[in-house]
């Protein structure tokens, strides 16, 4: 399994793909339950780093399929 830090660092390099490839798919991250927790001091652990890193992955192969 990957490391916090490893998955972070994959994280910020698809968001910075979105910004400069697809910004037309930027207002969908805002959009993006995990990354609004709805308690107070949420605990985010490797599954959750893991599960937005696909949902961002999920997100830009979605729309390459549909815009080709």
Same mark, same amino acid.
């Given at each position: ?32 339950p ?14 959750? *780093?893991?599960?937005? *890193?696909?949902s ?13």
């Amino acid at each position: 399994m990957k490391k916090a830090e490893e998955l972070l660092t994959e994280i910020n390099k698809v968001k910075r793909k979105i910004e400069t490839d697809y910004p037309e798919l930027d207002k969908y991250l805002n959009e993006n339950p995990i990354t609004i927790p709805n308690f107070k001091n949420p605990k985010i652990g490797i599954e959750t *780093l893991q599960e937005y *890193l696909d949902s961002l992955t999920s997100l830009i192969e979605k729309y390459k399929k549909e815009h080709k």
